[in-house]
């Protein structure tokens, strides 16, 4: 299961006191650094800059460097030799301009330097994608660093509402009666979601199958899916 990822926008500017003498009036570019793997509450992911989405920026240099490679049996794949090539196909599916073994922000789309420039006194816009709960660090070197983050009530809801899936199968099924082990403790209820032809998505409730050997007089059918945990529904307030 993945993590949620929020869309935040902003306006990054370094300000310069007015009256300006010449020499600051030719100060070059400073140099911003936007995210740090040092701060555990910074959430920055990645960032493009006044909406060019031609280029997408590496929140850290140092994040660059835990990006696995990819390629067959390499990656996230590297045991998919222990099996039939089914996996490997997958992986061996290379996009143009990559190589095996290389990583997936060797790319020129990703920017790995970790740092823009923006010149004094000029606005610049961000679409910055970030953890929900996460902070947003810049770092210039020349003023403190500044933080900044969305309100928990700005996020709250959508995250409530969220329903998060888990790859399962293939398994036998009962079409009439689904019945699968799962966390009955956890609140919420459970479906699954499968293909019920090549065109058509279906959505079936499941029942939890306890301890009770329970045979289908009818035949099973193989299946694979998602099982899916649906948000308990809130209740009216008084």
Avoid at 41 to 51: A, E, I, S, T
């Amino acid at each position: 299961m993945g993590h949620p990822v929020s869309v935040m926008r902003a306006v990054l500017r370094v300000e310069v006191n007015e009256p300006i003498d010449v020499a600051t009036a030719n100060l070059e570019a400073v140099p911003v650094r936007l995210g740090s793997l040092a701060q555990w509450q910074d959430g920055v992911l990645g960032y493009f800059v006044n909406d060019d989405y031609t280029r997408l920026y590496c929140s850290d240099a140092a994040a660059a460097g835990l990006a696995r490679p990819v390629g067959q049996n390499l990656g996230f794949l590297q045991q998919a030799n222990l099996v039939p090539p089914y996996y490997g196909a997958f992986s061996a599916d290379l996009p143009p301009g990559v190589s095996k073994g290389s990583t997936p922000v060797s790319h020129p789309y990703v920017d790995l330097s970790g740092t823009m420039h923006v010149h004094p006194n000029q606005d610049v816009r961000l679409t910055l994608l970030v953890e929900p709960l996460g902070q947003v660090h810049a770092t210039t070197g020349l003023t403190p660093r500044k933080d900044i983050g969305m309100r928990r009530e700005w996020v709250h809801d959508g995250l409530a509402k969220l329903a998060p899936t888990f790859r399962f199968g293939p398994v036998l099924i009962d079409p009439k009666s689904i019945r699968m082990p799962i966390a009955h403790e956890i609140p919420g209820s459970w479906s699954w979601d499968h293909r019920q032809d090549v065109n058509t998505w279906a959505e079936d409730p499941v029942t939890h199958a306890g301890q009770e050997a329970i045979l289908s007089p009818d035949p099973l059918m193989g299946s694979e899916g998602w099982l899916r945990l649906s948000p308990p529904e809130e209740k009216p307030k008084p």
